[in-house]
């Protein structure tokens, strides 16, 4: 009984307060946000030495800097949005694995996480050039590399040393080829199809995954809207995906052949730049970045998947922000937003009914930085 004592302490703490702000009429957003702590994760993407940026987060959700690490790789590019991607960093189911792009050197790097200590396990050839998208699913990955020859590659994670391993034969080319400027690869929420968006060509690539996870038999479908950027699968076979041509956000039933049914066609937020899209845990609601506008849009999603803007100005990061990535806390409480325009990471209080209560931000993100995830 004794490992539950923090815990309750915890809650019944929080709870006095709660009542206390009660009865002077006011309970603080953050207040009732309160949870576990946990950290949040930026790749710096530079080209001399590529590192991940550990934020310590506090249980209202306010960031800290921890620590830097290096991924024994480069990154590339400069601006806003170098990769002109989602999902450049990501971790893996249980939060114990952490996988980071180096786009500059063409590999993959992977850290074991330990909170905000990152240990490098290794480093591997990405299997194409320039890696901008990791995709996990279980111990299967796959890279997405946008330079060349755009291609898929996959890899295991062996269970035994949780090293990143090629899948050889796993390599397939993109629909779309040189012209198709890739932006993200996803699994679905049963590992049976993967998908990529291909902004280049405003087509949607899927493809079916076997047991011995190799991904095959390639179906590329027009997007809803223009330029499909990032998406964000949802359960019941759902997927929503960003539109920066409409500044939109679309979403589509996902068959077992890897074909898509639009649900809901490009419903605009008004925004501009409307390029990454998350979705919360319980699939009820959705929000979009919009870099030219600097303001995040929220959706809600009904079981079916079909879409309602909720509120074109959900958030707003302040102006030349240039909000380019963002990333949930695994319990949903909190948005964090990566601002490619002046180096900071905004977060936001989800609240119940979606909207977003804004929490401050923290800086020191240098210039070309691409990637955020978060516990």
């Known amino acids: 009984m004794r490992g539950f004592q923090p815990d309750f302490l915890h809650v019944r703490n929080v709870l006095v307060l709660v009542v206390f702000a009660s009865f002077l009429g006011v309970v603080p957003s953050q207040l009732l946000a309160q949870g576990r702590s946990g950290a949040v994760y930026v790749l710096t993407n530079q080209s001399v030495r590529n590192s991940v940026m550990v934020f310590r987060r506090a249980p209202d959700g306010t960031l800290s800097l921890s620590r830097t690490f290096s991924t024994n790789g480069e990154g590339a590019g400069t601006g806003a949005d170098p990769l002109g991607s989602q999902r450049a960093l990501v971790l893996a189911p249980g939060n114990r694995l952490l996988l980071a792009v180096n786009a500059g050197s063409n590999e993959v790097s992977e850290f074991a996480v330990r909170g905000t200590q990152l240990d490098l396990l290794n480093t ?11 995709a996990v699913h279980g111990g299967l990955v796959y890279v997405l590399n946008a330079g060349g020859a755009p291609n898929i590659t996959g890899f295991r994670i062996d269970p035994f040393t949780n090293y990143l391993r090629p899948l050889p034969g796993s390599q397939q080319n993109l629909a779309g080829g040189s012209p198709s400027a890739p932006a993200e690869v996803g699994f679905s929420p049963d590992g049976g199809v993967l998908m990529v968006t291909e902004k280049g060509t405003s087509k949607i690539d899927t493809f079916t995954v076997n047991d011995g996870g190799y991904a095959s038999n390639e179906t590329a479908t027009a997007s809803s809207g223009a330029t499909p950027f990032g ?85 707003a990061t302040g102006s030349g922000s240039a909000p380019t990535d963002m990333a949930l806390s695994s319990d949903s409480r909190f948005l964090y937003v990566r601002d490619g325009g002046n180096g900071t990471v905004s977060g936001f209080v989800v609240e119940s009914n979606g909207s977003l209560t804004p929490m401050g931000s923290v800086g020191g993100i240098p210039a070309g930085a691409q990637g955020i995830a978060a516990q």
């Open 231 to 315: 998406f964000a699968f949802i359960p019941r076979s759902l997927v929503l995906v960003s539109e920066a041509g409409p500044d939109a956000l679309s979403s589509y039933q996902v068959e077992q052949n890897g074909g898509l049914n639009v649900v809901t066609a490009s419903l605009g937020n008004g925004q501009q730049a409307t390029c990454w899209v998350v979705a919360t845990d319980d699939a009820r609601y959705a929000y979009t970045a919009s870099a030219d506008t600097a303001a995040i849009s929220s959706y809600a999603v009904d079981r079916n998947g079909m879409l309602s803007l909720l509120d074109p100005t959900a958030g």
């Open 124 to 134: 591997v050839s990405s299997g194409g050039v320039m890696p901008v998208s990791i």
